[in-house]
């Protein structure tokens, strides 16, 4: 049970494994592009390929689903970044329970985005933990964790995909464990939990007030989707990469959000004052348009130092 492509690495692996694979669940088609197209997921694409059954129900339990499965008996569900809630009904069918791949070291950062909740909040470490789900959000016993470190200019995309691979290393390991008998559950320390909501527009825009660490931060965590925000004259801009400038660019007087001159010599990155210091914009993209470096972007949309830059 799986929906985007953090998911379909799992299902390859799981693919690629002694273990059999009885059928796949996923998100209903969804209308994407400019088209609208309906368009299936990246983990239906997958099964499809392997000429697996397909399952996608609106919402569980669903009567087509559940007669295949008390038909086929699963040992084991495996659900990677599914997107619905598993029901208890389905939670007691398979004899080993369901088994499921979260993207952090649980219990830190349940829910729906720890990737970006980790890049944030500027972790160092982040990680891929197994567990035997139970009726909550991420609160099930932990089977096997393995830690992941941060470099400190990643972003979501980078992160993401080498979690993704690690994930489904670490799942393999925890089926066969399962398997072997060698391996049982241990409950998680719910003392230390933390929960992350779902996204929010207001989490995509840069308040220039905050350190030049966090806007950084919140830059990576939201690059290459859906790209951290800002305003300019009440036009979007989006921006895709920055880095931490060394001294002030003639900044230090200014108010968060005063745009500063580009300077070839520190790779022409586009100074900001933030609330501590002076950010460098290095690949900024205005609406309809392409992601382009600073440099390119300054050719054909000449920003005057003193301009502001703001969250609305």
């Known amino acids: 049970m799986g929906t985007p492509d953090f998911a379909a690495v799992s299902l390859r692996r799981l693919l690629d494994a002694k273990h059999?694979?009885?059928?796949?669940?996923?998100?209903?088609?969804?209308?994407?592009?400019?088209?609208?197209?309906?368009?299936?997921?990246?983990?239906?694409?997958?099964?499809?390929?392997?000429?697996?059954?397909?399952?996608?129900?609106?919402?569980?339990?669903?009567?087509?689903?559940?007669?295949?499965?008390?038909?086929?008996?699963?040992?084991?569900?495996?659900?990677?970044?599914?997107?619905?809630?598993?029901?208890?009904?389905?939670?007691?069918?398979?004899?080993?329970?369901?088994?499921?791949?979260?993207?952090?070291?649980?219990?830190k950062y349940r829910g729906a985005a720890p990737i970006q909740a980790a890049l944030l909040n500027g972790e160092t470490t982040t990680g891929i933990t197994t567990m035997r789900m139970d009726k909550g959000w991420d609160t099930?016993?932990?089977?096997?964790?393995?830690?992941?470190?941060?470099?400190?200019?990643?972003?979501?995309?980078?992160l993401h995909d080498r979690l993704a691979a690690i994930g489904g290393e670490v799942l393999l390991e925890t089926l066969d464990g399962i398997a072997a008998?060698?391996?049982?559950?241990?409950?998680?320390?719910?003392?230390?939990?933390?929960y992350v909501p779902k996204l929010t527009e207001k989490d995509f825009l840069l308040p220039w007030e905050e350190s030049t660490l966090s806007l950084?931060?919140?830059?990576?965590?939201?690059?290459?989707?859906?790209?951290?925000?800002?305003?300019?004259?009440?036009?979007?801009?989006?921006?895709?990469?920055?880095?931490?400038g060394m001294g002030w660019f003639g900044l230090k007087e200014a108010k968060p959000g005063t745009i500063g001159v580009v300077t070839k010599e520190e790779g022409g990155?586009?100074?900001?004052?933030?609330?501590?210091?002076?950010?460098?914009?290095?690949?900024?993209?205005?609406?309809?348009?392409?992601?382009?470096?600073?440099?390119q972007f300054m050719a054909g949309n000449p920003l005057t130092a003193g301009t502001m830059l703001s969250t609305d």
């Not at 997921?41 to 569980?60: I, M, N």
């Not at 609406?287 to 382009?292: A, E, S, T």
Request: aromatic share 6%; with cysteine.
């Open 269 to 295: 990155g586009l100074p900001v004052r933030s609330g501590d210091g002076v950010l460098l914009l290095t690949q900024i993209q205005s609406p309809g348009k392409k992601r382009l470096p600073i440099l």
């Open 181 to 194: 008998g060698t391996i049982e559950p241990v409950p998680q320390n719910h003392q230390e939990a933390n």
């Open 20 to 107: 059999q694979v009885l059928g796949v669940v996923t998100q209903p088609d969804r209308p994407r592009g400019r088209g609208l197209k309906l368009t299936p997921s990246p983990v239906k694409t997958v099964a499809l390929a392997h000429r697996l059954p397909v399952f996608q129900p609106e919402r569980l339990p669903e009567d087509t689903l559940m007669e295949f499965l008390t038909t086929t008996r699963p040992e084991v569900i495996v659900v990677v970044a599914y997107g619905l809630l598993i029901p208890p009904v389905l939670l007691s069918l398979p004899t080993h329970g369901c088994v499921n791949v979260h993207a952090s070291l649980l219990p």
């Open 140 to 158: 099930g016993d932990l089977f096997l964790t393995r830690r992941v470190p941060i470099d400190p200019d990643e972003n979501f995309g980078q």
């Open 216 to 244: 950084h931060n919140r830059i990576r965590a939201f690059s290459p989707f859906p790209g951290a925000r800002t305003y300019l004259n009440g036009e979007t801009l989006k921006i895709w990469a920055a880095s931490p």
